[in-house]
């Protein structure tokens, strides 16, 4: 699901590629690295179709010239130019270019005409069907003049002497293979049949084959020898009889037992069918079959013939017969001659194929354009007057399929060694040559010169195998000729060479360590050797092929790219076309072998120079605070290409795995990782580096709308993604093989994308940071734009994905791998770092969203304070201005709902609300210091229920919700909101509560009894004890004054006043008072007595020396019927003010009207009077 | 003040904390993760096993009224480990260079982590990094211990004169006090930073808080 979200991500920027504003777009990040996780990705790409390399053949060379990394190599060019047979020239043994009719004439001087003579003998005594008439002779003569060599008249007298020569003794050779469905003859119904044969040219010559009993299908396989006299006419009968066993062959067949040896047998067959030809029997004819010698192709064949019956109609069998040509010469002489012709045609065919071809002009395997046969490109096949000129001979001269094979092999072998021929026909002729070989049906004579002959293919064969690179592999051909080379090879492994053969001479094989004296005939040993040896050769071609000149470490790195790639190349090919063929004849596991030599160069070759490299690489210079000052990071190519590098070495060790599953750990490439150790963390360095610059360029040039409709969030934001995603691939990509590793790089890379995703919510929130302001001369004004509005969002989309992100990297895996490797408690350990790193990644960046969140609030407190301001000073005018606040809070938390998700709108709103309360305390605070008057701040209160309504709407009401300072404002505004009277009120009330929370009376007791009927309230003034002296004699002439507050309410109502009392400390004063109150007055509420008691002085400055209240709910109510005096006593402790810094005191200090002056000097009198 | 009420999700406090990215480097087994785990979590595993690559740990942390949030990255100590930790160095803040007391070898280290750190960590030439030398298993007995106070104090003077503490993660002694010295010097190297640059006076006040940091909180039992 998550890999479903990234490839969303992925499919988002290719899809807006196809926009043109969006390719550009994509084209101005790229630009800034070079397209540097495109080539990243690039390379995944190429990974990729390397791979697919194997199932197209012919592709592999045209899908390397396009790689970034120049091929320097001239393979294709060598094999390019047709001739992949060149390569399979033996180059170590090859004798300069030998002028070839030399060596014919030095082969054939001794008899060179004797063996033209008899050749033109046996194509004037032609034989067979196939063979040319009489008239056709003349392009045998021609051809069989070239091939010689021989000028016209030479040819003219050996042909003279040819023709003077009488007639060629050939015989006909008959093999009686078999009958089948031969008609019943005797009683049984079955027969017991046998054959005559005889030629119309000799009827009294016949033939006959041994006796079959009781079968209708007999199987004789007996071999016949007729003179034939006249080709042309002749006609052979086959006659097939029922015997039928008279007395006296019966007896003649009792002797069979006594007879010895094949010839006797042969002789007693032949007398029992003379008996039973003469007619002194009783045999029965079957059928008879007749054949005209001429319809018999001079090769020979094999055919079924229908049996017949004068007189019936109807089918009487078939005979199997097997018929050819032979003459009586010595076949020792014979095989020689056909040797020498053999060889002497060949070589007149390779020469002249342009005529062959005009001869055959369907001929397939010959070029059109060129005089001769290419190399190895010979199948076997003579032109058409080769051919019979050739089957006349071996016909003429009797010899046998195995002799002219043997013949061939080692006639082909020879011309081989000069010019070489297709191995598919030495293959072909093995195929026929390995089961006279192995059953010993040759002469010993012949066995040695098979070998001889076989020692002039297998260089050539190994060679083949050595230079197996050069082979045009979409070839089909090569192949097969490949396939002929393991042929060939493989049966030859099933023979034993005679006593003292060495097959590996080392002056031939310089390429293989033998020993100098010690016979050799280990094919397969060999076989081994050329298939290492040729990698080998392989791979030092590569090497020299693209040795680089240039000391950087750059170029040295491309050079190892290089190299692994052409044997990973090779390797492939190995796999694709060749480990089959070896399979299939040797169980021999060719690119298994050819990976463990390469893999320990390749081992060899990179590790050193990997560990300097990376040895060698230095940190790069940056930093995510400030990312415009970087330079001087030139490692940065080098990192790539290390990594290309690393790559390609990874592909090449997974290779590796594949081929042999097994034992691959034992691999020198095995643990290739390690090399790279020091590298990793320098891709992760420039991965990040790389990541910040795109990040910032993103930012530059996204433009603050929505990607699509469907979105609130813009390009940088994908883009940003689109970077993460890109790293995810180069971790991917990179697959570190150790797991401590992948873990450490792990939690480097969500590391890595926090500081992005920080850096990125940074640029973001500068990008933002002067949007939405105006100003005109009057004011400054700021105004929420969607611009904020996505850059939070942006970031928030940003901050959600990181989560996700990480699950993509395969933490999981980790972990269990983890566990696995080491300990579950090791495991657990480490997912919990991961996890924090994380949370911690996560967290930061939602600070950032805060933090840019409170920016935007920030930029609105400004005009919510103005509004405010403004709606506080104009009263109550239709409410004008706080309409004007709520119209600018409207529209920009509609602009900041609309676009916001839930979650970040609830955090702005509560940011705003908070900031507004801020803003409004201060707003009171300043203007208490301003002295505005109560009306003011009753505004501002109204405005504060306005505002507390709108932003809590959604919310329910929760009193402890409501942030402290609020309550503090409405406290402010509710005391600086009353009228001056009001606030004497609240100060007075605030006297009370201080009154009561006294502990000791230190200015003395008063006690009174009070009491509410109806509305009239009754005083009695009881006494005063311990008053304070405020004379210089140490004493004082008390009274006591009793007010009602608030006195504003209470205008009408005289003030009680006692007597004055004289020097005393103790008055008792015992008065009383009865005060008649409105129903409004005795209902007020929070209505207080209060109690002054005064010293009076001579000058009438009466002095303060204490005062008590007593709240109205306090004061008992009674009815008429009980009396003052029923009451209680109550004792007020008298005491003065004390602080002046309560905060209805201070607001009356803000007030500059009269009642709050006097009151406040009054105040200050009893205050300074202590 | 109030606190923004989100719905639906884990979100930690919008915190004005100054994130500050800790590295603790020094030789394998002593006591990096130990020490950490004692600061973060008040803890001590006498068994912990060698970190794999690196560990991670958040801490809050509250330094003459600031309020700092440590992102503590404890490195292996292990050389196998040391491509694994290097990518960890950049864009530290401070950095605790951490040796047992008990281990000459690494004391002696110091010097060769000092240098990882500085070539890896990006850090800008000429710029005085925040450093802190740190002491650690300053429980084992005194016959033991194989590096003074003195010695170690020294080393400090000769390699820019950071500060230098001795420690016990596992006995709690001046963990917390270790973290807060190189918060400190931090703040100190920052607020100079944040000064403008007036002249040579700069010279003379950069002396003042090599003064200060030799200062060595040194655990009563091992200044006899």
Known sequence: ?1170 | MAAPSFQGRHMRQPSKNTLLKVVILGDGGVGKSCLMNRFVSNHFDEHSFHTIGVEFLNKDIEINGEMYTLQIWDTAGQERFKSLRTPFYRGSDICLLTYAIDDRTSFRNLALWRNEFLYYADVKEGTTFPFLVVGNKVDVESEEREVSCEEARAWCMENGNPPHVETSAKDATNVEEAFSLAVESWAQLEAKLDRPYIGDTVDLQRQQPEQRSSCCLSVGSNTE
């Open chain 1, 1 to 1170: 699901m998550e890999e479903e979200m990234w490839r969303q991500f992925y499919e988002k920027v290719k899809e807006s590629e196809s926009k043109k504003d969006r390719t550009e777009h994509d084209i101005r990040i790229q630009e800034l690295d070079g397209g540097f996780f495109e080539k990243f990705g690039t390379l995944l790409k190429e990974q990729h179709s390397q791979q697919e390399d194997g199932d197209g053949l012919a592709s592999v060379r045209e899908d390397e010239q396009p790689r970034s990394v120049e091929l320097q190599l001239d393979i294709p060019e060598e094999t390019g130019e047709g001739s992949p047979a060149m390569a399979l020239q033996d180059s170590d043994s090859e004798p300069d270019d030998a002028d070839k009719r030399e060596f014919i004439t030095d082969a054939m001087g001794w008899n060179i005409e004797e063996l033209y003579s008899e050749i033109l003998y046996e194509i004037l005594h032609i034989v067979g069907c196939d063979a040319a008439a009489e008239e056709e002779r003349a392009p045998l003569f021609c051809y069989l003049q070239e091939a010689f060599k021989l000028d016209y008249e030479k040819h003219n007298q050996l042909l003279e002497m040819a023709r003077a020569k009488e007639a060629p003794n050939i015989l006909l050779n008959v093999e009686v293979i078999e009958a089948r469905d031969l008609r019943p003859k005797d009683a049984n119904g079955l027969s017991d049949p046998f054959c005559t044969l005889f030629l119309t040219s000799s009827v009294a010559h016949r033939y006959n084959t041994s006796v079959k009993q009781e079968t209708l299908n007999p199987v004789w396989e007996e071999h016949f020898s007729l003179p034939v006299e006249n080709p042309a006419e002749d006609v052979l009968y086959v006659e097939v009889w029922d015997f039928d066993p008279a007395e006296t062959v019966r007896e003649k067949m009792m002797k069979i037992g006594e007879v010895k040896g094949v010839r006797g047998l042969r002789k007693l067959m032949k007398e029992i069918a003379v008996t039973a030809s003469t007619g002194k029997h009783d045999n029965e004819l079957v059928g008879c079959a007749a054949l005209p010698l001429k319809n018999i192709p001079a090769s020979g064949q094999t055919l079924w013939c229908t049996l017949e019956k004068k007189g019936k109609a109807k089918k009487q069998g078939d005979v199997k017969i097997q018929l050819s040509f032979s003459s009586e010469k010595n076949s020792q002489v014979a095989s020689q001659e056909h040797r020498h012709l053999l060889r002497l045609m060949l070589l007149h065919e390779l020469e002249n194929s342009k005529e062959c071809d005009l001869e055959e002009p369907d001929g397939k395997m010959f070029s059109k354009c060129k005089v001769g046969v290419e190399p190895f490109q010979w199948n076997g096949k003579f032109s058409q007057s080769a051919e019979t000129i050739l089957t006349q001979h071996l016909v003429q001269c009797g010899l046998s399929t195995a002799v002219v094979t043997l013949a061939q092999w080692v006639e082909f072998s020879s011309v081989h060694v000069d010019h070489p021929l297709s191995f598919i026909t030495f293959s072909l002729l093995l195929q026929k040559l390995i089961k006279p070989l192995q059953n010993g049906l040759i002469t010993d004579d012949e066995e040695k010169l098979f070998w001889e002959a076989a020692k002039k293919i297998l260089p050539s064969c190994y060679n083949g195998i050595r230079k197996i690179r050069k082979l045009t592999h979409s070839d089909k051909s090569t192949l097969q000729q490949l396939s002929a080379i393991l042929s060939i090879l493989s049966q030859l492994a099933t023979l034993q060479p005679p006593e003292g053969t060495n097959l590996f001479p080392p002056s031939i094989y310089g390429w293989l360590a033998v020993s100098e004296n010690e016979p050799n005939c280990d094919i397969r040993a060999t076989l081994d050797a050329a298939v290492t040896q040729g990698a080998e050769d392989w791979f030092f071609h590569i090497l020299e092929n693209n040795n680089s000149n240039d000391p950087s470490e750059e170029a040295q790195l491309n050079h190892l790219i290089r190299i692994i790639q052409l044997l990973r190349t090779d390797l492939q090919k190995a796999i694709e076309f060749h480990d089959r063929l070896f399979q299939q004849y040797f169980r021999f596991s060719y690119a298994k072998t050819l990976y463990k030599l390469y893999e320990s160069k390749v081992a060899e070759l990179v590790e050193p120079v990997v560990t300097e490299v990376c040895k060698s690489l230095k940190p790069l210079k940056f930093n995510d605070r400030a990312t415009d000052g970087i330079c001087d990071n030139d490692p940065l190519l080098m990192g790539t290409t290390l990594f290309e590098l690393y790559l390609i070495v990874q592909r090449f060790a997974v290779l590796g795995t594949g081929l042999c599953p097994v034992d691959s750990d034992v691999f020198n490439i095995h643990n290739f990782h390690l090399w790279f150790h020091a590298g990793v963390a320098q891709w992760l360095d420039i991965a990040l580096y790389k990541a910040l610059q795109r990040i910032k360029k993103a930012v530059e040039i996204d433009n603050l709308v929505p990607v699509d409709g469907s979105v609130k969030y813009s390009s940088s934001a994908v883009d940003t993604l689109a970077i993460f995603y890109q790293i995810k691939i180069f971790w991917k990509q990179l697959a570190w093989p150790d797991v401590e590793g992948s873990y450490t790089f792990v939690a480097k890379i969500i590391d890595d994308i926090c500081r992005c995703s920080v850096f990125y919510a940074d640029q973001m929130s500068g990008k933002v940071e002067g949007m939405g302001e105006s100003q005109n001369v009057y004011e400054k004004k700021f105004e929420v734009t969607n611009e904020w509005c996505l850059a939070i969002n942006n970031i928030d989309y940003v901050q959600q994905s990181i989560q996700p992100f990480v699950g993509e990297l395969g933490m999981e895996e980790i972990v269990t791998s983890l566990a696995n490797f080491r300990s579950q408690t090791a495991a657990d350990h480490c997912q919990r770092t991961l996890q924090l790193v994380i949370d911690n990644a996560v967290d930061t960046v939602g600070n950032k969203i805060l933090e840019l969140l409170e920016k935007v609030a920030e930029k609105m407190a400004p005009a919510i304070n103005r509004f405010l301001l403004e709606g506080a000073e104009l009263l109550k005018q239709e409410n004008n201005c706080v309409d004007r606040l709520m119209k600018y809070l409207d529209d920009n938390l509609l602009t900041l709902h609309s676009h916001l998700n839930t979650d970040n709108f609830s955090r702005i709103l509560s940011i705003i609300w908070e900031n507004l309360s801020h803003t409004m305390y201060e707003l009171v605070e300043s203007n208490l210091e301003r002295r505005r008057p109560p009306t003011f701040f009753l505004n501002l209160h109204e405005t504060l229920k306005i505002l507390v309504g709108f932003f809590k709407q959604g919310e329910e009401k929760n009193e402890t919700n409501s942030p402290a300072i609020l309550k503090q404002i409405e406290h402010l505004l509710l005391l600086h909101g009353m009228e001056t009277w009001e606030l004497i009120h609240q100060y007075n009330l605030e006297r009370r509560e201080e009154q009561i929370a006294l502990e000791l009376p230190n200015l003395g007791l008063l006690t009174v009894r009070i009491q509410f009927v109806e509305d009239l309230l009754r005083i009695e003034i009881l006494n005063a004890r311990n008053l304070h002296a405020m004379d210089a004699n140490g004493s004082c002439d008390p009274y006591v004054k009793v007010h009602l507050l608030p006195e504003e309410k209470f205008r009408t109502v005289t003030k009680p006043r006692t007597k004055t009392h004289k020097k005393t400390m103790f008055p008792l004063f015992d008065e009383n008072f009865t005060l008649h109150l409105t129903p409004e007055q005795r209902h007020l509420k929070n209505g207080l007595i209060m109690f002054t008691v005064k010293d009076q002085d001579f000058l009438g400055m009466n002095e303060f020396l204490g005062e008590a209240f007593v709240s109205f709910s306090d004061v008992p109510k009674t009815d008429m019927t009980t009396g003052l005096e029923e009451l209680e006593q109550v004792h007020l402790k008298l005491s003065r003010p004390t602080k002046q810094d309560s905060e209805a005191y201070r607001a009356l200090e803000n007030r500059h009207d009269k009642l709050s002056r006097d009151f406040l000097k009054k105040e200050k009198a009893k205050y300074s009077s202590s």
